[in-house]
């Protein structure tokens, strides 16, 4: 029997944080001993917001040493670009035309830039419709990603419906995996942590930065307990270890700071140490994904012949 398969994505926009990796990217190295994967850069996604090239390009890279470095085996998971396959811009115009605007008009992600912006793009609109095709073409059983990216997913399985009744039976309907009790990861600042709020602690920080940004975390305590550091520090330790110290602790701030300090340090040092390993060869890495580009190529072509017979365009 074939194994099931899991197809997620990351937007090449900045530094990835402990939010990125507890939230979502840890689920890709869980998952790929039991299922066949799919890690990919969703690079044509992170457009909207990243318009400077040489960032775009120095972004897609750190991407893929991100993956490396958190320990996904190219054995088991298949990396690509986006932008390689060029099915996924293909596929989501398609889906356009099937897809109305007052059902995308309820996205949350359009709805809170919208209240941020009058004057929405068009990619940002339609940002879950590449989405969708970006799932669609390779048929995973699942699709980890954070909470906030749920509708994303069910914004696909919606499509991939409304498509199977108008067309016949032709995409596999997806389901989002959120890990359980992983609440939303608070930034320094109590805030959800957040690239765009400059309130994180970077996966792949040095010691230095990891004791600046826990040193800033805002300590509105109740009891005693400061509870932004205690959410952090949660993600590394189990709340049955975690109580008896902050209770002893009681109001002792600085020694509970201290505590993450160390434990974060414990935590990021061998990631941080991977990712130097793999930075000193970027032509090896580059190579990865131009196979597994070469792979995931294979799988898309195939759906999209199957679409465009479906659709009937093919003569
Ligand atoms: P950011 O808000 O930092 O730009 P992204 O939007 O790029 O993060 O999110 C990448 C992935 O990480 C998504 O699957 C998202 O759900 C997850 N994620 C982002 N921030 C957090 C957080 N603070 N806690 C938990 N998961 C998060
Ligand atoms: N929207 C996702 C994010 O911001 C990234 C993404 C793009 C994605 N396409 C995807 C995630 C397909 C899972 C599946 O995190």
């Given amino acids: 029997m074939s194994k099931k398969i ?32 799919y890690a990919f850069i969703a690079d044509y996604h992170a457009l909207h917001s990243l318009r400077n090239p040489k960032e775009m390009n120095e972004n897609i890279k750190s991407v893929l ?3 490396l470095a958190i320990g996904l085996d190219p054995k088991k998971v298949t990396f690509f670009k986006q932008s390689d396959i060029s099915e996924h811009t293909e596929l989501a115009w398609i889906f356009d035309t099937i897809t109305t605007m007052p059902f995308l008009m309820r996205a949350h992600a359009f709805k809170d830039a919208e209240a941020k912006n009058k004057e929405i793009d068009v990619g940002t609109f339609n940002y879950p419709v590449l989405m969708a095709a970006d799932i669609l073409l390779y048929g995973p059983d699942v699709v980890p990603v954070g909470a906030d990216q749920k509708q994303h997913v069910e914004i696909a399985r919606d499509i991939a419906e409304k498509f199977n009744h ?19 990861v608070p930034g320094t600042d109590g805030r959800k942590m957040s690239k765009s709020y400059g309130n994180t602690i970077p996966l792949f920080a040095e010691y230095e930065e990891i004791k600046k940004a826990v040193m800033s975390i805002v300590t509105d305590s109740g009891e005693g ?7 952090i520090h949660n993600l590394l330790r189990p ?17 509970l700071k201290e505590l993450l300090i160390e434990d974060l340090e414990k935590f990021i040092a061998p990631l941080r140490e991977r990712r130097k390993e793999f930075e000193k060869d970027i032509p090896k890495a580059l190579a990865i994904l131009k196979a597994g580009g070469e792979k995931a190529q294979k799988v898309a072509s195939k759906k999209m012949e199957e679409v465009r017979e479906k659709i009937g365009v093919k003569l």
Wanted: hydrophobic letters at 35%.
């Fill in 239 to 255: 709340a049955t270890e975690l109580d008896p110290i902050y209770k002893s602790k009681t109001g002792k701030y600085k020694e």
């Fill in 225 to 231: 307990i400061p509870k932004n550091v205690y959410a």
């Fill in 65 to 67: 040493l991100d993956y």
């Fill in 166 to 184: 108008i067309y016949g039976e032709t995409f596999k309907l997806p389901e989002p995996m959120i890990l359980k009790n992983m609440a939303i």
């Fill in 6 to 37: 899991f197809l997620s994505g990351v937007q090449p926009s900045g530094k990835p944080h402990i939010g990125n990796y507890f939230g979502a990217m840890k689920q890709f190295v869980d998952l790929q001993n039991e299922y066949d994967g």
